[in-house]
């Protein structure tokens, strides 16, 4: 047979390829763990962004309608204003200036209350991991 110290090199170099075999294949799970992660972390934003829709869609409606609202009245008021006699043109001219820059304060709130409202959703969500999409093996 071959000498000892030729075995035991021997044996030296297959512990040796086992290890890194080992170590490489470790590795490869790692990698494949992570990438597995990033998916779910991906499919789960993706998730947040449908539930959103609906929310960001029932917000527009409402500031739509409130648009609309605001524009209706107005009108009325203007029909009012000109079917008026000439002395209270005055008094009703600031009243109209009063509940026309009320009708302003109120969009801007109702614009600025939805984004922050949108802004703390998508923070809030941002910090989820939960998923409904599942992520199946990638077999290519």
């Not at 040796?16 to 763990?33: A, G, K, P, S, W």
């Not at 990033?38 to 409130?66: P, V």
């Not at 959703?121 to 991991?129: A, D, M, N, P």
């Amino acid at each position: 047979g071959a000498p000892v110290s030729t075995d035991t090199e021997l044996g030296g170099y297959v512990r040796e390829f086992e290890m890194r075999v080992r170590q490489d294949t470790n590795e490869i799970y790692m990698r494949l763990d992570d990438e597995q992660t990033k998916r779910q972390l991906l499919a789960g934003q993706l998730n947040m962004l449908f539930r959103d829709r609906r929310a960001h869609a029932y917000t527009r409606q409402l500031i739509e309608t409130e648009a609309r609202m605001s524009r209706e009245a107005w009108d009325k008021i203007v029909e009012t204003l000109l079917g008026a006699p000439v002395s209270t043109d005055t008094e009703l001219g600031g009243y109209v200036r009063e509940f026309e820059t009320r009708v302003r304060q109120d969009t801007y709130e109702i614009y600025k209350r939805s984004d922050v409202r949108d802004q703390e959703v998508v923070g809030r969500r941002s910090q989820e991991t939960d998923c409904d999409f599942k992520v199946t093996e990638d077999r290519s």
